[in-house]
């Protein structure tokens, strides 16, 4: 289910700009000094679709799941690629077969629900056989086919996944199809948060979903309000310094003052409206500031439709190539607004990539681009480009038409709203030869973020390489270090030999907190860590 970002949702989460290399951001006092209790005042500036961990799509409802679930792994608090190495959460020990098909894993005693009953393998036994029922209609369907006996699970055909055994009280085993090496990161998704034995199988938690980790809900006004407290059997090591947090929906304009008054601790969204204010008044990441600036993973590109003639076959690879050395990255990037992840020509983000110098980030290059243009074998005279009719939409698509046009390419625009455009660039046969794309992944992995984007059914996901396919298919067998490496390498083979896309830029997170608040964590995958923040 990797996200697809909206420039609307991106522009008020995220935020996009010029050349800002910004650290995660840390927390203002250390941990030592953390102060234990008060209440954290969040606001959005529109509601969570869902508070149920196995229902949830919207980025802004990851950080009620991160603070409410004990995963069986999780992502550390900690900065840069070190935020993206997986650690053991209420997993104690895992033992893999041979054939690295099966799976054991060997839990924690110590885990409880707010209720005060216990973690166990039962739990998320459960919590699998919940996400497997097509009455629940969950996304982490997509995440379970590679188990044994899920899809009959999934089609209504057994009640229960055959492939998952609960061994013991505290031991769970999982049985594949085949190897999966990015198996175990696939678990830290929400989707796979344990549940009570009463939880219901077949419909939404609306309200009160079992809360394992250091908090729970204890009220769910939909629209209105939720209200998170904490877990007082909660005994694992993540911090969990406020009592209790308040999130309410305000507009952002609203919010930002609100902010600036100490009347809420920290807004979602709003800050592409005053980020320029923001930093002219309070700095970017000060020891015991208020505005933190951190890396997301998240990428900004313009995507090239394979089963368009333009770009379909090896002879026409020139023109991706031509197209990279074309775009005027900083100016793409002026176009989303002030304050930015950073340039690229590369899709991973920083922190599950590798260093490369591909094509040009301090400007368009057009004479190169020209030269590669015309090695292509039918050079177009003309493409179509899809854009959102936003602000940005139109800036974004403008610059392109530009740059295009000083190598002969004339660019016809045609703009939708963005829910037709994501419909319209998913549907095939639609003509459409370029269309730009944010994009970020369920978890930190090189092969979670790259091999969906390639997949059938995704934005110009036409890509025939043999040779792309074989990279792929040995990338995704691996596991630890060396997948991460096979991956990265894979992001800099395929923007060197046959590009699939124009990476524009890699988009950060940007907090403004209040006054009142003491520490501040961004996590790369979910933003600010709600168990990590303190008041002062």
């Given amino acids: 289910m990797t996200r697809r970002l909206p420039l609307s949702l991106v522009m008020l989460t995220v935020g996009v700009g010029l050349l800002v290399t910004a650290a995660s951001a840390r927390p203002v006092v250390s941990a030592t000094e953390a102060r234990k209790g008060g209440t954290l005042r969040w606001s959005t500036g529109a509601d969570?679709?869902?508070?149920?961990?196995?229902?949830?799509?919207?980025?802004?409802?990851?950080?009620?799941?991160?603070?409410?679930?004990?995963?069986l792994f999780h992502y550390p608090d900690a900065p840069g690629a070190a935020g993206t190495r997986l650690a053991k959460e209420v997993a104690d020990?895992?033992?893999v077969s041979k054939d690295r098909r099966t799976y054991t894993f060997d839990l924690k005693q110590t885990f409880r629900f707010h209720t005060g009953a216990p973690v166990t393998a039962q739990s998320f036994a459960d919590a699998f056989n919940r996400d497997a029922n097509p009455k629940l209609g969950s996304p982490a369907v997509a995440y379970l086919h590679e188990i044994v006996g899920a899809d009959a699970a999934i089609d209504g055909k057994a009640t229960s996944i055959s492939g998952i055994r609960v061994l013991g009280r505290y031991r769970l085993q999982i049985r594949l199809t085949r190897p999966v090496g990015d198996f175990t990161t696939r678990l830290t998704m929400p989707f796979f948060c344990p549940i009570l034995p009463t939880t219901p199988t077949d419909e939404e938690m609306?309200?009160?979903?079992?809360?394992?980790?250091?908090?729970?809900?204890?009220?769910?006004?939909?629209?209105?309000?939720?209200?998170?407290?904490?877990?007082?059997?909660?005994?694992?090591?993540?911090?969990?310094?406020?009592?209790?947090?308040?999130?309410?929906?305000?507009?952002?304009?609203?919010?930002?003052l609100a902010v600036e008054k100490d009347r809420i601790d920290y807004c979602y969204s709003g800050l592409y409206h005053t980020?320029?204010?923001?930093?002219?008044?309070?700095?970017?990441?000060?020891?015991?500031?208020?505005?933190?600036?951190?890396?997301?993973?998240?990428?900004?590109?313009?995507?090239?439709?394979?089963?368009?003639?333009?770009?379909?076959?090896?002879?026409?690879?020139?023109?991706?190539?031509?197209?990279?050395?074309?775009?005027?990255?900083?100016?793409?990037?002026?176009?989303?607004?002030?304050?930015?992840?950073?340039?690229?020509?590369?899709?991973?983000?920083p922190a599950l990539a590798r260093r490369a110098s591909i094509y040009p980030l301090g400007g368009a290059d057009p004479a190169t681009?020209?030269?590669?243009?015309?090695?292509?074998a039918r050079p177009p005279t003309e493409l179509v480009l899809y854009a959102d009719n936003s602000t940005q939409g139109v800036l974004l698509a403008q610059t392109i038409v530009f740059n295009l046009k000083q190598i002969g390419i004339d660019v016809h625009v045609k703009y939708f709203d963005i829910n037709t455009l994501g419909a319209k660039t998913t549907t095939p046969g639609e003509p459409w030869d370029l269309t730009i794309n944010g994009w970020t992944a369920d978890y930190p992995d090189g092969g979670g973020f790259i091999a969906p984007l390639l997949a059938a059914g995704q934005v110009g996901s036409n890509l025939d390489d043999p040779r792309v396919a074989r990279?792929?298919?040995a990338a995704s067998r691996l596991t630890g270090e060396a997948r991460r490496k096979a991956w990265a390498d894979l992001d800099v083979y395929l923007m060197r030999t046959n590009p699939p896309w124009a990476p524009i830029i890699h988009a950060n997170n940007r907090i403004f907190v209040s006054g009142s608040v003491g520490c501040v964590f961004s996590h790369l995958l979910f933003g600010l860590d709600i168990a990590a923040v303190c008041k002062k």
Wanted: include cysteine; aromatic fraction near 10%; charged fraction near 20%.
């Fill in 471 to 473: 990279r792929m298919e």
């Fill in 48 to 71: 969570v679709d869902h508070v149920d961990p196995a229902l949830l799509g919207a980025v802004r409802s990851f950080p009620i799941a991160l603070a409410t679930c004990a995963m």
């Fill in 206 to 256: 609306v309200t009160d979903p079992p809360g394992s980790g250091p908090y729970y809900v204890a009220e769910r006004i939909v629209n209105q309000r939720i209200v998170l407290e904490r877990n007082p059997y909660y005994r694992g090591d993540r911090p969990a310094y406020v009592d209790q947090v308040v999130w309410t929906i305000n507009p952002p304009e609203a919010c930002v």
């Fill in 93 to 95: 020990q895992t033992t």
């Fill in 369 to 376: 681009a020209r030269k590669w243009l015309a090695r292509a």
């Fill in 275 to 349: 980020p320029r204010a923001l930093v002219e008044k309070y700095g970017i990441n000060r020891p015991g500031g208020q505005f933190f600036v951190s890396p997301a993973l998240t990428t900004w590109y313009l995507a090239f439709n394979h089963a368009r003639p333009a770009f379909r076959g090896p002879g026409q690879i020139p023109l991706e190539k031509a197209i990279n050395y074309a775009i005027d990255r900083p100016e793409l990037a002026r176009a989303f607004g002030y304050l930015a992840g950073k340039r690229t020509d590369q899709m991973l983000p």
